[in-house]
């Protein structure tokens, strides 16, 4: 039955996520400041997670189910005050838990995935000229005997400078759309396929973004993810649906890093106001609340209405159901309050919340691009908008 | 363990009370609107559902169901999507016997919850609004005083529902001690008590066919059996919150359905010559009205799931989605009237019937409880 509390072995995990994320405070703003700088594996005195795995095993069959579980321990990690890793997810599964891994694992052969299953990923389907509008990508791919090979340029390539290889969109076929869009496994080292630079950001410094070109770049036949050379009329191909839905299932992960940051700053303010005397009284009416009560619960009303919609797509997909609506409607409602929130709570704190003696301003950094990559709200508002009012993706732009 | 997931009871519930709501209550919603008066047959059509008695124990002749805040939310979430004004006076009498399951003494649930359980429907409500703008239940100015093993009574009380025909009120005041909520007592008041005095209230501008009584109490002397509670009292945090996810639900409801009639539409308008549904300005206020109805019910669940508990985070999860509610479902019929235009104004179709609705759910401490 409907539920929303949590078992006592699952708070103590939540607790020990947070333990965990805060063990390396001291570094924070240090990455933050030296954005050229990769933190290593492991920092000093960082806690990892091995604090929180043996926790796990004492989970019962009738615990929140895992993926539900995941965003609560996602939006719990990414609120502290320890994550330097900026896209910090609640489980570190190794190195190779790129968004091109993700692609992988959804869309490549069951040989594609065993071959390059242990290389860390990126994701690389944006260009200069395309973001959203994916299906307008210039970056071609051409076959040349048992040879693709790849001309075009990609920005905004997460884990772009420290990934092994990236999953590249081009077309082969401009005239054919979106069904002309294929995905190829591109192996650093390529030659043709160049690192141009590493962007700098206003938030999440320490995950890196890099800008590649490909010129005359020339891979071998089986990168074709997926394996299907076709261009099927009318629809997308196996590959680029594959990879439409990769973004299905990350979605609501996205959403709650930008909850995490939202929940972070609400929490510091909180805390911060009840020092100077200001807190919220939850058993009075409205009308007996002062602006800076109100402000407060109307920014954690917002929070958990947020939180819900992530742990509801989550749990739409742990019982097998469709999410992709709910997936779309927990992402516009993260990207929402990671801006709100943390602007609400520099607001009430005043002056100094701007200074760097404190994290509050970073949670605004930070959050800020949960409400783009991946699909901006407005993107998220199309999506839902579409399914609501039966629209196809032509009838609706 | 989290879980978005309705009992099997539950889900039955909301699907024949969603063929009821849309079938029977909504067509007749203008009418009734209109003619500012409740038929007595809507309350005994909704009566027959049993979902008051469902939860009254078999020593009583009720049902013998869990007492179920959840199950009530989603009850009126569904009976609010069909006509909110006739969901309050279906469910107005829950308030009473829903107090009396949680907090009632043996003595107190003997003499009043069999006569509940019956066929025929029994009006009574609760007593809680009160004239001064800027109302709060933990500061009420209706007072209980003790006097030898009794009590006083003296106040006024607003907007009571069914207050024309209830035979038993129960009226909230602030006993001699503690401090805002917790100084907040609840009596069991006969509608011929003395010093009680009950007249129509002029009109309202949501809810408006919802009979409404305005109540004085002029020393009104009482038994110490009518303490609610017996010498333990009640806990009034946890009363006054169910009232509120319980207007807070019908408000939901309220925002579903006004989105629902939007959706339609901006697909058969046509202007400056496609449907308007076609244009992001209307499209994307379409989805934020989505977003925020989905949103909403599980704020609504969440509360009233934890209040079903006694969870200790039920006050502030009650508050949040109070707050929540109070934003959106406003907003949500607003847009929808909006997305009209002139039409949304004439009283032709229902758009500004449910926005009438929507501030009164979202103003009031709630009319209905979870």
């Not at chain 2, 004004?85 to 003499?111: H, R, Y």
């Not at chain 2, 607003?334 to 758009?351: E, N, S, T």
Request: proline letters at 4%; aromatic letters at 6%; charged letters at 25%.
């Amino acid at each position: 039955m409907a539920d929303f509390r949590v078992s006592d072995i699952d708070q103590q995990i939540i607790d020990k996520v947070i333990e965990v994320g805060n063990s390396t405070t001291a570094f924070t703003r240090h990455y933050e400041d030296n954005e050229h700088e990769f933190p290593p594996e492991q920092l000093e005195g960082e806690m990892g997670f091995d604090q929180v795995l043996p926790l796990f095993f004492k989970r019962k069959p009738d615990d929140t189910p895992m993926m539900t579980f995941q965003m609560l321990l996602s939006i719990a990690r990414g609120s502290t005050n320890g994550v330097v890793r900026g896209l910090g997810l609640a489980m570190p599964t190794g190195r190779a838990n790129g968004l091109g891994n993700a692609a992988l694992a959804s869309a490549g052969t069951k040989e594609q995935v065993s071959k390059w299953g242990n290389l860390f990923l990126a994701m690389s389907i944006t260009e200069p000229g395309a973001g959203s509008d994916t299906k307008a990508i210039q970056t071609t791919a051409r076959l040349e005997g048992e040879e693709w090979v790849i001309d075009g340029d990609k920005i905004f390539v997460t884990d772009g400078v420290r990934c092994d290889g990236a999953v590249v969109w081009a077309t082969i076929d401009k005239s054919a759309g979106r069904a002309g869009i294929k995905s190829f496994l591109v192996e650093k080292g390529t030659p043709g396929f160049d690192l141009v630079r590493k962007e700098k950001k206003l938030g999440i410094r320490s995950s890196d973004t890099a800008a590649y070109s490909f010129r005359n770049c020339r891979i071998p036949r089986e990168n074709l993810l997926g394996g299907d050379e076709t261009v099927p009329v009318g629809g997308g191909s196996a590959s680029y649906r594959g990879v439409m839905k990769t973004f299905n299932m990350t979605r609501p992960a996205v959403a709650s890093g930008g909850v995490a940051k939202a929940r972070g700053a609400l929490d510091f303010a909180t805390s911060a106001l009840a020092a100077e005397g200001l807190e919220v009284d939850w058993t009075r009416s409205h009308a007996q609340r002062s602006a800076t009560e109100q402000k407060l619960i109307e920014m954690e009303a917002d929070t958990e209405a947020a939180t819900l919609s992530v742990l509801h797509a989550a749990w739409l997909a742990d019982v097998g159901l469709p999410n992709n609506m709910e997936s779309s409607i927990c992402k516009a409602k993260g990207g929402e309050v990671c801006r709100t929130i943390p602007q609400g709570a520099m607001e009430l704190l005043g002056g100094m919340s701007i200074s760097h003696d404190h994290l509050v301003e970073k949670y605004l950094r930070d959050g800020r691009i949960s409400d783009i990559y991946e699909g901006t709200g407005q993107i998220q508002r199309l999506i839902i908008a579409r399914g609501i009012l039966g629209y196809s993706s032509e009838e609706l732009t | 363990m989290i879980s978005f997931k309705l009992s099997d009871e539950q889900t039955m519930i909301r699907d024949s009370l969603q063929g009821f709501a849309a079938e029977v209550l909504a067509p007749k919603a203008r009418a009734i609107d209109e003619a500012g008066d409740m038929p007595a047959e809507v309350i005994a059509q909704g009566w027959d559902f049993g979902l008051i008695a469902a939860s009254i124990p078999e020593a009583y002749g009720g049902g013998g169901g869990d007492r179920s805040c959840l199950t009530n939310a989603v009850a009126l979430e569904t009976l609010g999507g069909g006509c909110a004004s006739q969901a309050v006076a279906i469910m107005a009498p829950g308030q009473f016997v829903n107090a009396l399951i949680d907090f009632g003494t043996e003595d107190q649930k003997a003499e009043h919850l069999t006569r509940f359980a019956g066929e025929t429907p029994v009006a009574a409500a609760l007593a809680l609004q009160e004239s001064q703008f800027g109302f709060a239940a933990e500061a009420q100015r209706t007072t209980a005083a003790r006097s030898g093993n009794g009590w006083v009574l003296n106040g006024e009380k607003r907007l009571i529902p069914l207050g024309d025909r209830a035979d038993h009120f129960l009226v909230l005041a602030r006993g001699p001690d503690g401090e805002g909520l917790g100084a907040v007592e609840a009596f069991i008041v006969p509608r011929d008590a003395t010093g009680l005095s009950l007249s129509a209230e002029t009109g309202t501008q949501g809810l408006k066919p919802v009979p409404k009584a305005k109540m004085t109490l002029n020393e009104v002397v009482l038994p110490g059996s009518a303490r609610l509670g017996g010498d333990a009292g009640i806990d009034a945090a946890r009363l006054i919150n169910q009232a509120r996810v319980g207007a807070a639900a019908l408000a939901v409801g309220v925002s579903r359905q006004a989105t629902d009639f939007a959706i339609p539409y901006a697909r058969d308008r046509v202007a400056f010559g496609e449907a308007i549904g076609k244009k992001q300005s209307i499209a994307f206020m379409l989805a934020d009205m989505h977003i925020e109805c989905e949103s909403m019910r599980w704020m609504v669940w969440k509360a009233a799931s934890l209040l079903e508990h006694n969870d200790p985070g039920a006050a502030k999860a009650a508050v949040l989605a109070q707050d929540y509610v109070r934003r959106k479902a406003v907003k949500i019929a607003d847009d929808a009237l909006q997305i009209f235009g002139g039409h949304g104004f004439i009283r032709d179709l229902p758009l500004e019937m449910w926005l009438r609705n929507a501030r009164a759910l979202t103003v009031l401490d709630g009319p209905v409880s979870v």
